[in-house]
C-alpha cells in the first residue's frame, strides 16, 4: 500500500504525457494553410512584426517562448504572468479552446475555437509564423499577406505639415480650443477630441502632437502625443 501514492504519481506523469503528446500529434496534423485563414481574426489584435503590440502582444517569436513574457508588452493578467509555461503546441492548443477556462482572469476577449481541427490547423500556422523570423516566411510561402505583419497598427505619421501640427491646446468650459504650427485656431466640444499617446515609432516626434480629423462631419479630432509628459505639457486649462 506504501506504493500507492508513488504509482499514481508516476501514472498522472503518464497521463499528462500522453495528453501533450496527443496536443502535438494533432498540431503536426493541422494544415497551416487553413490555419492562416482562420488567424485573419487574430489580425485584429495581434501583429507578426517583432516588438509591434497592438491590442495583444507580437506574436513574433512566441513560438516555444515563455508564455506572458514578450519584451516590451506591459498588459498581461497577473495569471498568465505567473503561468511559467512555455508556448508549445499543447499549450497553444488549450489556450485556443478556452482562455479563460485556462487562465482565469486573463484579459484576453477571445471565446475560443471550439473544433478541435481548427485548432490544429491554427497551431500548425502559428509553429511557422510564431518562430524567429517566421512572419517573413509565412509572407514568403504565400501563407498570408504582407500586411497582416503590421496588422492593425496605424501606420508611422512621418512628417505633418503645419496645419496637423499641434502648438498649443487650451481646455476652456467644456470644450478644447487647439491651435496648429500655422496659426490656425479651432474650438472643438470636448466629447469630440480623444486626446491619444501613441508612444511607439509609429508615433509623432517629442513635442510635436498631430492633429487628426476623425469624424465625417469635421467636428471630432484626435489629438496624438509622444508621450503623457507631451500631454501633460501642451494641454493646459484656460479661456
Known amino acids: 500500500m506504501r506504493a500507492l501514492p508513488h504509482l499514481l504519481v508516476m501514472l498522472a506523469g503518464l497521463f499528462a504525457a500522453s495528453a501533450a503528446s496527443a496536443a502535438s500529434a494533432a498540431s503536426a496534423e493541422g494544415d497551416p494553410k487553413r490555419g492562416a485563414q482562420i488567424y485573419r ?3 485584429a489584435c ?5 516588438g509591434l503590440h497592438l491590442t495583444g502582444p507580437s506574436l513574433a517569436g512566441m513560438f516555444d517562448s515563455k508564455a506572458g513574457a514578450a519584451a516590451g508588452y506591459t498588459r498581461y493578467s497577473k495569471g498568465l504572468k505567473d503561468a511559467g509555461f512555455e508556448w508549445n503546441a499543447a499549450a497553444l492548443d488549450g489556450w485556443l479552446s478556452n482562455p479563460a477556462e485556462m487562465i482565469p482572469g486573463t484579459s484576453m476577449a477571445f471565446p475560443g475555437i471550439a ?9 500548425a500556422f502559428l509553429s511557422i509564423a510564431g518562430a524567429p523570423g517566421g512572419g517573413e516566411r509565412a509572407v514568403a510561402e504565400g501563407l498570408i499577406p504582407r500586411t497582416y505583419l503590421r496588422a492593425q497598427a496605424p501606420e508611422p505619421v512621418g512628417d505633418m505639415p503645419a496645419d496637423a501640427r499641434v502648438a498649443t491646446i487650451r481646455h476652456c468650459g467644456d470644450g478644447y480650443v487647439v491651435t496648429t504650427q500655422d496659426g490656425t485656431e479651432a474650438a472643438f466640444w470636448e466629447q469630440n477630441v480623444r486626446l491619444k499617446i501613441d508612444s511607439q515609432k509609429t508615433g509623432p516626434s517629442p513635442g510635436a502632437p498631430i492633429i487628426l480629423g476623425a469624424g465625417m462631419q469635421g467636428d471630432r479630432v ?18
Do not use: M, N, Q, Y
Open 41 to 43: 481574426a487574430c489580425v
Open 222 to 239: 484626435s489629438v496624438i502625443f509622444a508621450s503623457l509628459a507631451d500631454l501633460k505639457a501642451i494641454v493646459t486649462e484656460g479661456c
Open 115 to 123: 473544433e478541435a481541427a481548427a485548432r490544429a490547423d491554427l497551431v
Open 46 to 50: 495581434h501583429a507578426l512584426e517583432p
